[in-house]
Structures are given as structure tokens and as C-alpha cells.
């Protein structure tokens, strides 16, 4: 599956001045899997951002995983890495914060808790009811996160404290454009985060920039993303076709 408005990846392609491709990572380059240590990135997708990382200003992957797991799962040298959504890497939870998250998911069967840093997931894709469970888990959460200064966001099959206010992606393709001096920039990804970044290309194409927003189609891929987009592929499989088209 690839659908398009025709003149969006010819208006990049032919677009003057620097230009950068950012991707997601999980549902984008790699498969959704049932644990996140189990991901790998797909088959062919680190040539292809080989030959991008030539031909183009900046090539980058946003992710709101850690740098460390970034750097085994991408290996490509040259490719920026915006781990943690671009947030520092040395900020820390409020104190007793992770217990207490831990206690809410203890009750809850099928939880994995991520401790990231400065932010901490639940993870109910392993619960046997995972609607059930999100419902649980963020009538436990929302209040904890109101109480903590943070936001709770969610995610596919998570649910995440994170820094209140705190750009994520959006601030993260932002920080991108803004460092690299871009004045094209084409986007992919697959989740409701996604969005965000979505909505800073379109007020970059307002200002004037070439912009080409990416959806990559799976089953967990909400409809709002592919309404959104200037082009929709198949999975990681199609993605990896259109960079190596670029």
C-alpha cells in the first residue's frame, strides 16, 4: 500500500538548500513486537539510511527510546540520534516516584515497567485484557502524574510519565530543523506521538519550508495519523522502500 499527493516527495526531491529525513523507530524501521528489547531494525533499512546520511544535511532518528538502545539498534554512522524524544539524558524521576508507579502496575497482570531516565512507561501489550488494563493503569497513573509535576502520554500499548510541558517530538524535529538550518524536511511515522511531530512540519510549511509528512501504515497506526499525511506506506517494509527512493 503507498498513497500519495503526487506533488509532495516532488517538491522535496527538487526542494533548494538543505534538506533532512527523520524517522521513528518502533512500528517505522522496526516491526511492533511484543516486547521492546526484542525489536530489530528491518532488513535493508540501515543501507538505506547509509546512502541518506550522503545525499542529505541530516539524517535522524526520533525516538523515545534510550540513546544507548538507539546506538546497537541503529549502527549507522552519521545518522543523528534523538533518543529520549530529545530529552537530556541525565534527568531523574522525582524521589519514591518508580515505587510507586511499580506498586499500581503490580496490580495490574501483564505489566512491564520502563524505567527511562527521566521518565518512566508501563508497557501492557503482555496483559491478557490490554484495554482493560490501560484503563486501570491510567486511572492508577493520572493522578500520580498530576501529584508528580508530570504529563502521563500514551503511546502503542503504553502509557508514559513524562516532564510536564516538555517538548517531545515535536521539540525534538523542532531542535532538528532549527540546528541543521533545513528548508526541506520529510517526516515518518507510524503512532499517535507522531502526530505531534506532524503538526510542527505543517506550521514549518506555513513559514515557508518544503515539508513531506510520512505515515507508515500498521494495524495500530491511528486513522488521524493517515489523514494527516502527504504520503501512507505498508509497514516498515514500504518505508524502507521510500528512502531508498529518495
Given at each position: ?75 549507522v554512522p552519521g545518522v543523528r540520534l534523538a ?76 502509557l508514559e510519565l513524562v516532564p510536564a510541558g516538555r517538548p517531545l517530538k515535536d521539540g525534538a ?74
Amino acid at each position: 500500500m503507498e498513497s500519495s499527493k503526487p506533488r509532495a516527495l516532488a517538491a522535496f526531491a527538487a526542494a533548494e538548500g538543505r534538506a533532512g529525513v527523520l524517522v521513528d523507530f518502533d512500528g517505522s524501521l522496526s516491526p511492533i513486537v511484543a516486547r521492546p528489547e526484542l525489536a530489530r531494525i528491518r532488513e535493508g533499512a540501515r543501507d538505506a539510511l547509509a546512502r541518506l546520511v550522503g545525499r542529505y544535511a541530516v539524517v535522524a532518528v526520533v525516538s523515545g527510546r534510550t540513546r544507548t538502545e538507539l546506538e546497537t539498534l541503529i549502527g549507522v554512522p552519521g545518522v543523528r540520534l534523538a533518543a529520549l524524544y530529545g530529552m537530556d539524558d541525565d534527568t531523574t524521576l522525582p524521589d519514591g516516584l518508580e515505587d510507586r508507579v511499580r506498586a499500581i502496575a503490580a496490580a495490574i497482570p501483564g505489566i512491564r515497567i520502563e524505567h527511562k531516565g527521566g521518565s518512566i512507561a508501563a508497557h501492557f501489550r503482555g496483559a491478557s485484557d490490554p484495554e482493560a488494563a490501560e484503563a486501570a493503569l491510567a486511572a492508577g497513573l493520572a493522578p500520580l502524574a498530576a501529584e508528580a509535576g508530570m504529563d502521563l502520554i500514551g503511546g502503542k500499548k503504553v502509557l508514559e510519565l513524562v516532564p510536564a510541558g516538555r517538548p517531545l517530538k515535536d521539540g525534538a524535529v523542532e531542535r532538528i530543523v532549527e540546528d541543521a538550518g533545513l528548508g526541506a524536511v520529510l517526516y515518518a511515522g507510524d503512532d499517535q506521538a507522531d502526530l505531534r511531530a506532524f503538526a510542527v512540519l505543517d506550521r514549518l510549511a506555513a513559514a515557508g519550508l518544503v515539508t513531506v509528512k510520512v505515515a507508515v501504515h500498521g494495524p495500530e497506526t491511528p486513522s488521524a495519523l493517515r489523514t494527516a499525511a502527504d504520503v501512507v506506506v505498508d509497514g516498515p517494509a514500504g518505508l524502507v522502500d521510500l528512502l531508498r527512493r529518495l
